[in-house]
């Protein structure tokens, strides 16, 4: 079954972008109080601790992982926290272990859970009440996005909820044909296929 389509064009791409701060914004979000200076302090490279904050900050607004895309106000503004040049930091050289391990670090430090399989088992319930009850699938993913910030689980991203919800409708959809074909009689059938 094809990906159901959720977003208009222009909303996946604003779902998977960091949010666009104002100076108080980025003061609040970037702050580092004294247990994250702890954190900095296991992370080795300035470069590194650039990236770990501004991973830190974004998640901290939006409970959301961008990959390796950051504002270029934001790597400034951090940067200067940590008394670096913006030219001296060039995230993009930073491989995919480190960012891992930044990700770990940020949720266990703010006590949040991973999406992964069991995150999914405890809210199948949730979705595939929604799906019974034919709720939009915009409405569904809404829902799920707040369930996970409830229940302190990490929003995964557009791709990976569209493609949740599009597997759960599917596996509904296969369930209601399997009952009808085992209880529709022969005539029922053709009675049916008549119109």
Not at 111 to 128: I, N, Y
Request: aromatic content about 8%.
């Amino acid at each position: 079954m094809a990906r159901m389509r959720i977003f208009t064009p222009a909303e996946p791409t604003a779902f998977e972008t960091p949010p666009v701060f104002t100076p108080s914004e980025r003061q609040q979000f970037f702050a580092i109080p004294p247990s994250v200076q702890g954190l900095l302090a296991t992370i080795r490279t300035p470069v590194h601790q650039v990236g770990f904050l501004l991973m830190l900050g974004y998640f901290r607004a939006t409970k959301r992982f961008f990959g390796r895309q950051f504002h270029a106000l934001d790597v400034e503004y951090v940067a200067r926290l940590l008394g670096l040049e913006a030219a001296q930091v060039t995230l993009e050289a930073v491989d995919n272990s480190v960012h891992s391990r930044h990700r770990r670090l940020i949720l266990a430090y703010l006590g949040v859970r991973m999406f992964d399989e069991q995150a999914r088992h405890d809210l199948a319930p949730e979705l595939q009440s929604m799906v019974r009850a034919q709720r939009r699938p915009k409405q569904m993913l809404l829902r799920i996005v707040a369930l996970l910030e409830q229940r302190k689980i990490e929003i995964p991203s557009a791709f990976a909820l569209t493609a949740w919800i599009t597997a759960t409708s599917a596996a509904h959809h296969r369930a209601l044909i399997t009952r009808l074909a085992a209880t529709l009689s022969a005539t029922d059938r053709q009675l049916l296929d008549a119109l």
